[in-house]
């Protein structure tokens, strides 16, 4: 059930920029920037096609749920986009906080990863 173990400083990295653009994207929606909402989410997809592509580095479980979140996440950023496109910024809102759940579940299983088989090691975030 273990993973490669490989590319965990990538992980932290990705991670990061994620955990950066999930910020960024809660404050373009608060504020009704749908422009630099729609942006942020291409960043998004972007971030989370190349973390799918590492997932070989989990344990057969993390992998799975990956895969499970970023659908979620993929589903709920179309979503968005469509009322962003329509200019519905309380949809989008809504939708981005919807999406906000599954980039915390990433976000999660993206750390037991960089923890690896040291679960007292502490949190990188």
Do not use: C, W
Not at 19 to 44: H, Y
Not at 77 to 101: F, H, K, P, V, W
């Amino acid at each position: 059930m273990a993973g490669t173990g490989e590319g965990k400083a990538e992980f932290v990295e990705h991670r990061q920029k994620l955990s950066e653009d999930r910020v960024a994207l809660d404050r373009a929606a608060a504020q009704g920037d749908l422009s630099t909402a729609r942006t942020l989410l291409a960043s998004i997809r972007a971030r989370l096609d190349t973390i799918e592509k590492k997932t070989s580095a989990m344990n057969m479980i993390d992998r799975q749920s990956t895969a499970l979140q970023i659908a979620t996440a993929r589903r709920t950023m179309t979503e968005a986009e469509r009322y962003i496109d329509s200019g519905d910024a309380e949809s989008a809102r809504a939708q981005i906080t919807q999406l906000n759940g599954a980039l915390a579940e990433i976000d999660t299983l993206l750390d037991r990863t960089i923890k690896g088989s040291n679960p007292d090691a502490p949190s990188t975030g």
